[in-house]
């Protein structure tokens, strides 16, 4: 699947790009964004690894150094990631229960929280995969899982109860 300048394809949506985060990934509660933020430039420096991740298929063009050093670099970055994450998710499910989110309506945090253990076994599944000859794809891959599902889980899941704790009556509320 080659485009008109001979390159595999570029990376899916590019969700993450050289720039600052997308607006789209702004909910407008100050710690939740923060830690967005985090999230985006774990993802960056994943970008960073692969010396052109758009155009090769695989690490076999590579030398063996090359291929060690990229695979080292991956399973630091995932290893943060997972733990970033793993904390990340905590805090917002601390968010549901201090804002009574989860007392009002239990059905939307269930099924927020029910996300954020499909997106956490989605990168286990990556970090089990690793494979030195296999760094580009699996990079590509994680590329993927934001891409498609982290961004719109910020803006189904994140959003409402961004919407929730930052309405006007909210003790929680954090912009203003
Ligand atoms: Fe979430
Ligand atoms: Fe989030």
Same mark, same amino acid.
């Given at each position: @699947? ?13 969700? *993450? ?7 789209? @990934? ?6 939740? /964004?923060?830690? +967005?933020? &985090? ?10 690894? !692969? ?7 695989? !690490?076999?063009? !590579? ?9 080292? &670099? #991956? =399973?630091?970055? %995932?290893? /943060? ?15 549901? $229960? ?5 007392? =009002?309506? $239990? #059905?939307? !945090? ?14 286990? $599944?990556? *970090?089990?995969? %690793?494979?030195?000859?296999?760094? =580009? ?6 590329? &993927?899982?934001?891409? $498609?599902? *982290?961004?719109?889980? *910020?803006?189904?899941? /994140?959003?409402? %109860? =961004? +919407? ?7 003790? #929680?509320?954090?912009?203003?």
């Amino acid at each position: @699947m080659f485009n008109a300048r001979g390159e595999v394809g570029s990376l899916p949506l590019a969700a *993450v790009t050289d720039g600052p985060m997308s607006v789209e @990934m702004l909910t407008g509660n100050t710690t939740i /964004d923060a830690e +967005h933020e &985090q999230l985006y430039a774990i993802l960056k420096a994943a970008r960073s690894v !692969c010396l052109d991740a758009a155009r090769f298929e695989n !690490c076999v063009a !590579c030398s063996e150094a090359r291929r060690a050093g990229c695979e080292n &670099q #991956l =399973v630091g970055l %995932l290893g /943060d990631l997972l733990s970033f994450i793993l904390e990340h998710f905590k805090t917002e499910e601390s968010f549901m $229960r201090e804002s009574l989110l989860i007392m =009002v309506d $239990r #059905l939307l !945090c269930e099924t927020h929280m029910e996300d954020h253990a499909a997106i956490s076994s989605r990168i286990e $599944r990556l *970090v089990a995969a %690793l494979d030195s000859t296999r760094t =580009v794809s699996l990079l590509r891959e994680l590329d &993927q899982i934001f891409g $498609r599902w *982290v961004i719109r889980h *910020v803006a189904t899941h /994140d959003m409402a %109860l =961004v +919407h929730w704790i930052e309405r006007e009556d909210s003790a #929680l509320r954090s912009g203003f």
